[in-house]
């Protein structure tokens, strides 16, 4: 443990969020998400909900202001009557951590594996629930 | 070993199930299916017949619902005489388990080779019946 | 996610859960523990409290029944004032779940870090209650 | 799988097999043994009993005949009521494959521990029995 | 050494070809074949002739009953006036040990390098004979 | 780079020392020091001096509260009239960031070698300054 | 440290622009760059401005003689307002230590991404100035 | 050293040499060449120039006589007035050694980065001539 | 294959014997030898006799010639009737290519695997005779 | 290649160089040395004569000050007839690079084989000479 630093981001976490520069991507996902198969780098954090891991990212890490919507989620699958209540949960925590209205992408469940596989790093969470799986674009920080 | 994982499930193969996700698909191969040469993650399960694997999995597993047959068998080829009765215990099997009636789907020799080279794993039986190969893809789960 | 397997232990702990066998030792590490300096396999359990962990744990993994207190807790060094409710949580949790009254050696702290070093694996957890680490030694199942 | 190659026998453990020479031991050891923990070299022999491995083993690697007993079994811990029918079973097998009728030294449990860590290799079995862990010792073959 | 394997069979060349499956390849590699450079898998066999290998190879393992020629022989280049009178003799072997009349295909020097670059293995041995390497297709067995 | 983290600091030993505990100890090591050879865990810091990267760690990391003076130098050598006005910029930034006054313990030459040998990680600086190197300890945190 | 090898280049990045030869090229990045996830080689200097390093490796290393210019700068984006006085800090630097007037390519975001995924080495400093990543090629010396 | 083998032919490039079967190539490269960034294989032979590797590996390694010219060299740049009397030296020792009149083919440089990337491994000499890389293709030897 | 090399000695051999230097030890271990548990450093050679590797070793190594007996024997077991005429073909081998007459120290069993444990390389062959096993120490040679 | 290192100086070396502190040890190891089973970190420099690799080190590396002699050579055994006119050539070298009168200590060939084991690395040359090892134990400089 570190002064600062929220205990569920692991020193592995951290260590990926520092290494990724601008551009990079990370995905949270879901427990349900296929992250062992896609994944170019993996992070375990089983048992954790992305809503807590979101915030305490979104603290330390700048989102992209290069893009118009430095966040993507997966659509629902047409014909799938699930609901994303998480969906405002995330909406909620970007607006207050990195003041951003509008963040999200929606990308269709196929093209959200492809983009997830060219991603930096997939976190695996242990997130109930469905669709909840979102990814994140680094953005730049001035030198400290 | 530990309560209620039964012991011809192995830590590695157990680690395997749990870190699939959604639509990530498993080879049961029997003893005489190319294993070593297509596998990505090669689980070795000597001296196991595949109904007794199946049936441990598919309690544990659930398959997937987003699709029409979340289980694949191979093909005959054709000139081939031999019988597969084998297909029988394994439908059983997932109407039991998994309450599955038409579970399989049935694919050609050759692309069935090409869709275990990109399984997420292949477990390596001992299991003597020839067309005895079966895919499986995995489901969501609620959390737990 | 797989049935019955609670999404906090992470596919590395159960694989280590279940390699063990009568007799070996695993280390649930507080938040100030040096785990990573003492550990033969560490597996991260970070941002979790350790009595759920012990509770998934205990409800998973027999404790030996060949000696008399098969968990240990770091003593409290003297001249420290800090006091340690936690232990009651766990031997609330340890009665329940392993029906076992009196379950706990204290252990000198330096004493504690040896018998942790020689351990078969520590999991470190984000738990922040101080003398909060507890060992936990493997007992026998029949067959399954 | 090749001819005359039992299919419990795993192509690892029969490299370790090959591997061996005169005066190596291996260790069958039962669901319950700290494997792991313990070897040099695993071998994962899950939801296999000892029985059928030992015959398999017995039929292809010679004992070592510059010993008394080139067997080993642990002791029942005193004040253990436990039975060990299975080491009859064993007898049998090692009178028959191997021609030797009081092949089995008997050692104290941390005794056999040790000899168990310098062994060269552990076969992790599914073996539900109790004390029901076997030591060989391997001997000399002419040249074929 | 083992009861029943000839001691001219590695430990690693048994594992390797008892993890073949139906219809993977392996290269045995005259002493000028460059197998280092094309091998997937790589077993050294120096010192050793191609003869008493394929008779070894052939008594533990099965061609491949499904393609008409399961063995492959390289072509002589065209112009090149070697004669290959170890083909008369790889020959009389697998009619002995598999009962073969016609099992070679002959195929095209350069297209040998290609097919035995997609092969399981490649044996490298001592044969000093040109034109002596042959690739072997593995069949299928029943339960043992 | 992230929020809150100097650009000083890498990821490697920013994870390095969350993964540290209580007691455990980090070397900051001159130019000079022999680090390679001595070090369990070796991150390279050429090109910085020691005062920086001792200020961000302390800001990071506790020093430990259990023992007298959690931090320590290399005794000058008898008969070496080396000044170390360093040390002095050393005890100002340790009484800035962590309210000590007399943090310092004074190790001869060779027992400062063996304990940094036992050390949990060395930080390889380009620090110019004879008798430059630190060892810290480090505490404890409460949950965060 | 040896004697004419400035403190700030690490044994790593020494060894890494020793082994490039002509044509290589290696990207100082800015710490904004994504030089995790583009490197072929990746060495850390943290904490490091681009001036002082540019300056020790063009003392080390020659530029390549035989393309018009052996240096790139990453475009600013249309729309983008940030100056880059840093630029003129390189040229200055460039032209000090190579005798270079007009040194640099101006390479389009995307292009210099792709550019320095082929590169032979990704340098990650602590530079803070935006666009401030460049990319130099090698030249040729004579044996000395 | 072993008796008949010269001290500048390293454990390892002999390795290399034995592995090499007919077809492989093997790249001397000079200096400048850019040998860690297109090697498949990668030897050091720091100091040393190309004359006596070349005289040495050619005592060896015979050269293959199935094409018209088994030894490639760079074309200089046009427009480059670098001579290359080297070339000369290269055409006495390929005569002396391998009998060969005319052994050189002429390649286009970036054409010859190509085929040095695709050879089976790269010598990195510290020859100080320019346009001093050479190629050698290594031929077939009867049983010994 | 390289000219003057015999095609039984294998890369990796020849690799070892000429990193080995003046004192070092290798072991021709016979085929039931235990080898793999013994070495520092394993080479198989399987299917191979030692007479024939030891006439090849011998003329490419010398042997030690600061000791009074470069090369050692295993002497039979008290009570064993064992006949061991390989030694006298290993005595003639010796003084043709080593020039010597009385070359052999003979070692007890147990202290003879000790030293083997030592040597720096020990090669499994597929000799068939007991009591085959030999060291060799390794010499000097002039530079060449 | 780089300005002002010379080229018989591998990238690798040169790296070791730098990671050496203060009273690390570096071995140049004459050709008969047994260099890899002694070294702790081994770099090979075949074909090298070590007057020139020990004044290309000496240029670069200075030697410790706080000892009476800071480079060792092995006595010549008693007995032996053995000249060592290299001794006088390294002294020059020594003398020129390093000020240093009588740098020398002798050690018995067995002690220096311990002592070379405990060094932080040993260059395999290969110096033709008997007798011709030589350690040298680094310094310290102010920084750069």
Known sequence: MLRGIPSLISPELLKILMEMGHGD???????NFPAASHAQRLVRADGHGIPELLRAIAK???LDPYVDRPAALMQVVPGDKTETPIWGVYGDILREEAGLDVPFEHVERFAFYERARAA???VATGEGALYANVILKKGVLPAN
Chains 1, 2, 3, 4, 5, 6, 7, 8, 9, 10 share one sequence.
């Not at 991507?25 to 427990?31: P, Q, R, Y």
């Open 25 to 31: 991507e990370i995905v949270l996902a879901d427990g």
């Open 120 to 122: 930096h790093a997939i």
């Open 60 to 62: 330390l890490m700048p």
